[in-house]
């Protein structure tokens, strides 16, 4: 009966533990959000069969080329771009070529929301620090509070590569969750006659102004801050493709076929690198933490810095604090809490417009800070 | 009264806890930080001012054309056309319009989708795999 | 003259063989096969004009990086994701999203009929290895009989990389010859009264059932084999995709753009893989008269085994032992070939998608299989 | 009756195949082989139990969940129900109309397809790559 | 004040130079060129602001990893595909998948054309090597005459590696001032009788010639000039899964998603390839000034070889010299050049079907040049 | 007269330059740049003798198959068939409807095109970003 022994310490029975089953059961969890809940299901249905791939138990001597941390396995191989931060560019490319940045262009002064926001990143960096994290560390974790997966994952691959699998997936998974970790916090910072507020009626953008902004709000973020090259350029690029007018089949492939391809790939690998070995330490538990802090006080962020904004604002200008939870990105959920919460409050309150400013503003904040943290840092 | 308190009294923390960093200048975290924010805040300020130069060099190159080009033909009518120009309210009922037409062209485009969606029907016989492996036709 | 003599001698003229001949003839009928005759000529068109790249005459010894096996050359980097086995698992995603496990899952019990044609890869194994292969080259071979392409190259990467080759074409031609193979030892193992045989229709399966089953499904398959997972992870994860409901536009992308761009690279490869030098053995006369004895084999195994089942089933509750011979794999064809012969003696009987359980199961049952031999043989 | 017969032949055929093979130890090829297609077989066997009891659990969950809201709303209502249950006939009935529609939909969605090759003509004027590379306008 | 200095060190602002502003006003004018004058926009506008991406100045010390020329950094690994040659190919496979050849067909003694029009490429090559380039570097200048990006790409980065960011963006340039560049040559050339000159309409092409044409032409052309495998074999490859009529998916995708893929990532690794340092040299002058010539040549050759074979040919029968200019490629700009300036002597002469002939036949002409450039010179 | 003369000059300068260029024999660069664009040439002529040759053969084993079905049934009809068929204006009349029919196909995909476009409105409103992720159901 050898050959039976032989095939059963083969099989995953024979290799799995309690670390494996938590981890499948995270990943169930991740899939059931995602399907039942509908929480950014583009995001977590990858994400979450990732974690059951990386987590299936087998005999890592045989050398089978299976594991995702395996010299020469497929998932490796994909597991490459994650590592080189090659995936995100290309992801903000396909971003770029499906944003409308005349939300950010009708608006302009709405643009500091998405900077106020930023701060949640920078405390979290010094929260991280006085945990205990070194400062590379501390920068990547920081990254969280973004609320952008690709520019947590692009950060983390140069700063911490080892503390990857734990940011992406707190990334990502707080950018699912911001409809339920927004609201409460906006209702706590403003008054119920500050969430009724109504503003004006935004601007029309023309064409030409459309297709300058990528270009000169690259030159000029990138003069600022040159580590966000790679991520703003992409981005900036493929919304140049998108306004251009003249290039609309490579916009049209950019915001489909790249970057579905390229999401499908990221997500399942950065599910996998999640195995269990590896993902179920105590620095990830406090990652998890941090960032959930940071998600906070990104929100409060922005609804605080609205607030201080309105002080220097005249009567029928004053802007809605609530547009300044839209400022930590999180793309477009955020915009849509903001809308949903103003609503409650008056139904004939349309705030989404507002918001989006903030939203893609916090894009490129995000992008800039995560820049600035690689040329201190590095 | 009080706001204009409130403001200032905000502005100046600002820059106390500006200044209370730098004391700390040995502590390299929380300059980095500071300077972080700022910086942030001052790229997207620098987006905010450049774009509204663009958009008032757009307006006033069409503006300054514009002018050459009636100058040239007649006077009395830049005039007439000044008196004639439609008023804010005129403009708005003109772009909600605009506005209602899209909205209705976008649920044509909805029901299109939906159209799309019922149409295409997940059995084993009409599956895309189907139609990437065929049976030889002499059969 | 002697430049004259220099230009001759770097045109193909120079260097053209017999060998070059026949693989170029070879070559020409795959692609008359595809074009002329639709034998599946979405692998056969590329894999013979693959073929004809691969065998073009040239001076190797000018080093213009040209051919598959030169360093730095194009095809050379494109047929890294044959070499590595990285193709297959992404047209197993695109085949996970094209594929609908309902006719599988409506009446469970022809699953079975998927194993056991399986019987093919291994009696071939065991042919192979009494040949004089090693146990690895008969591992690699033994897999040809699942019918399946993307098995195939995978598990010979992992096993045998110097006859992938041989073993792919043969795969892939197998495949393609399909309804010339099966119908006559369809006919040889039943009787005219077996293939009248009809079965009851089938249940409706709930969107539930389909939801679960990718995942369910997989961490089963792996756990017994987790030699399959980078196939079966790729092919539940597609199929999860598909049937989620709110990830369609990646299932879209991932059966379209996806699959479309790794079968031209991976045909086209495999086919220049084909070079005369390295083509024409014994060896490969070997893999090419094992690999038709698998087929038969294997749909052999599919039909006795129905007829076996049949032995303990009442009568109205009866299988067309047909639908034994859909148990290969080769999605969808041998599901269709049963259809056609069923209609030859019944105008009325239905058998297609009866035939599209063992069909599918037959996919899973390879990729099993295949895991099964990289553990025990690696 | 020779068919029970049959049944167990061949059973134990099977398990004296089975034997021979355990016997026959020291060569590894060969069972590797039996256990290779044993394994096979448990991985679908297992497949095929465990969706058997998904469908089941999906059965009954919904079973007891509708049972729950009906019996807090009406005793009588669910008993009158169960009277009106369809018949199998009825099911049928409606599930062939279901596929027939499903199945014009799809002969609509073909026709459409016929219809875009059609109009997609293959001649040098209106192949895409002209609309790849564009004549400057000025001209 | 120290972290202040820091952060300026950082910033792009410190590290500017005259030639990063040159290089982004360059990029501002591709862009331009690109919209505003819609020459070649699917071209001009992922090159350009690939200019802008490749001179944003920073610290190159602080090992940020964002240089296209820094190991490790997302442009750099984008840029391996040109740097291999591997994109020309991929190209080459989708603009055979979108190419009618019956043209061609339709009227074979056009293709001669098609040839004379190289003598550009042979005459620059003699050109450059008698200004002081060695004869590698030489050929890849000379190619920048056939007027076709992805074969300049393709031989530069066999022959000289160094010199591909020039002669990438010299043969783009021009490609998309063939409406500038032609006309007047075209004028100088011909005698207004000439221009006018009516051809006969073309004979309709048979679906088995079309097929058999990718194949049959495919052998006959490597076999002449084996270096130009990997391009022709994509390009009649992508050919064939056009005019199979079986295939059409593939063709599909490659005629749209991977050709755009592929463009999008030329495009914006070539213009970021011209860093201010590598690129605003001598050698650029000299490569711009040989490339235009190079155009000239091929277009005059075209043009005089056209009345050349007029002397041989029936009055009723002769060839409208203008024709010859579309034998430079540059598909399909050339051709609409012709039928353009035809027009304007004879709004009733349609000659563009008949310019689409030579034109193609340019693209394999240049194909085979650079293979013989290739077999000759490395 | 003239022209026969040109025809003859041309030629000989062309072999002239071929011969000073194979003097200088030295000189690589020069022979092979005349070599180079001979093969150029050398390739695309044989495409062209190739394309004739498998033409004419398509032709040819068409006519002769009709020729056998022809002679098979009716002698006749073949002489019938011969006065009968179409001249060249008939043929042009005919191939310049089908012409203008697929003309009218490409205004039609055209047109639908232009549609597509209208009703494609670019808001952030309907942007795809806004489908790529959702808000959860429950609120
Ligand atoms: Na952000
Ligand atoms: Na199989
Ligand atoms: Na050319």
Known sequence: MDIVIEFLKYSGFASVTWGHIIMLIAGGICIYLGIGKKYEPLLLVPIGFGMLIGNIPF????GMQIGIY????????????????IYPP?????IGAMTDFSALLSNPKLVLLGAAAQIGIFLTFIGANALGFTSLE??????????DGPTAIFLSSKLAPHLMGAIAIAAYSYMALVPVIQPPIMKLFTTEKERKIKMKPVRQVKKTE???????GFILTVFISPGALP??????FGNLLKESGVTERLAKTARNSLIDIVTILLGVTVGASTQATTFLTKESLFIFVLGAISFMIATSGGILFAKFMNLFLKEDNKINPLCGAAGVSAVPDSARVVQHVGAQYDRTNYLLMHAMGPNVAGVIGSAVSAGILLAVLK | MYKTLLKYISTVLFFVSFGLAQENGENRIYLISLFGILIVMLSLVGIYFFMRFIAWMIKYS???????????KNKLRIIELKNNRPDIETVLAISSAIHMELKYKMEEEKAILTINKLIRPYSPWSSKILSMRRVPDRR
Do not use: H
């Not at chain 1, 290309?90 to 396909?94: T, V």
């Not at chain 1, 501390?138 to 609320?147: R, V």
């Not at chain 1, 459309?210 to 000169?216: A, Y």
């Open chain 1, 70 to 85: 395996e010299d020469g396995s497929v998932m490796n191989y994909l597991y490459y771009g994650v590592l080189k931060g």
């Open chain 2, 62 to 72: 069409k503006y300054k054309r514009l002018k050459q080009i009636k100058e040239k």
């Open chain 1, 90 to 94: 290309l992801i903000f490319l396909g």
């Open chain 1, 231 to 236: 991520l703003l350029g992409m981005l900036f």
């Open chain 1, 210 to 216: 459309k297709v300058l902004f990528p270009i000169l």
């Open chain 1, 138 to 147: 501390s920068g990547a974790i920081g990254i969280i509070g973004g609320a």
């Open chain 1, 59 to 62: 005999l890592e001597s045989a």
